[in-house]
């Protein structure tokens, strides 16, 4: 059986398994088009709640998402030049990257998003790792609610570390960024610094060598894209020089053209 025959009927397998471990949806009708069964099965995975799935569905899926992953092309560090000192621009999907960490720009309830198919980086990240990492991160949340009560949600520039499961990335570092509902605040642009500050804290902690930032707080939180960017470059080149040697390699990694803009202007 050829890669293509193979993948299809993981594909198909996987709809109907999804489909009837889903109340909701479990009637709903599978169209024809390729395109449009892997739209479905992402939405599936989506909406579903940390829970979890028997064993075979898992392989199955943890198949499906690893050829998916090959067919995306996967981005080794090798791959990605040297801007400035340990310091690289990177732009396209960061669920590409082979690196030992990748960092999400999450929700307060570090559970990925539930919107089917939104072009967030919360709910990329969360599909193509695989359903196993919405239920460690609830696993992580559980515990954390035993300890500060049942209403806790994650603060702002606090990390969390999970597995990266189908991801080529080791690890997912989640961090919830500030969110600019009005003007923006010192205050504000502190609680940004603060999540590249925390998030690299982290890294050093668990002796994680190249990490991948994407934009944090730009996009639906609000935060303007040229000022995050400066945040982003001068709190990670500072706090390089304090812990000289400690990341070997830190990627910005952007999607907007905007954004490549302003960080290649930066880093100069």
Request: with cysteine.
């Amino acid at each position: 059986m050829n890669k293509n025959k193979a993948q299809e009927q993981r594909l198909n397998y996987l709809l109907e398994e999804f489909r009837a471990d889903c109340d909701e949806y479990k009637h709903i009708e599978i169209p024809e088009s390729e395109g449009e069964k892997k739209r479905l099965l992402r939405s599936l995975m989506n909406i579903r709640m940390p829970r979890t799935m028997a064993p075979e569905v898992i392989k199955v899926q943890d198949e499906y998402l690893y050829f998916c992953a090959k067919e995306k092309g996967i981005v080794k560090l090798s791959d990605i030049p040297l801007i400035k000192d340990n310091l690289s621009i990177w732009q396209g999907d960061i669920t590409r990257l082979e690196v030992d960490a990748i960092v999400n720009a999450a929700n307060s309830m570090m559970l990925g998003c539930f919107v089917p198919m939104h072009t967030c980086i919360d709910n990329q990240i969360h599909t193509f790792a695989g359903i196993q990492l919405r239920e460690e991160c609830n696993y992580q949340m559980e515990k954390l609610r035993k300890k500060y009560g049942r209403d806790y949600e994650q603060p702002t520039a606090v990390p969390m570390l999970t597995d990266a499961y189908n991801l080529p990335a080791k690890k997912v570092i989640h961090i919830v960024g500030p969110i600019v509902y009005f003007e923006l605040t010192a205050n504000l642009e502190k609680d940004l610094a603060d999540c590249y500050t925390n998030t690299l804290e982290l890294c050093l902690e668990n002796g994680l060598k190249s990490v991948a930032f994407c934009c944090i707080s730009t996009g639906v939180f609000h935060f303007p894209n040229k000022r995050a960017a400066q945040i982003a470059t001068e709190t990670v080149e500072k706090w390089s020089l304090q812990h000289p040697g400690s990341i070997e390699r830190i990627i910005f990694n952007v999607f907007k053209d905007e954004d490549k803009k302003y960080y290649e202007e930066l880093l100069r």
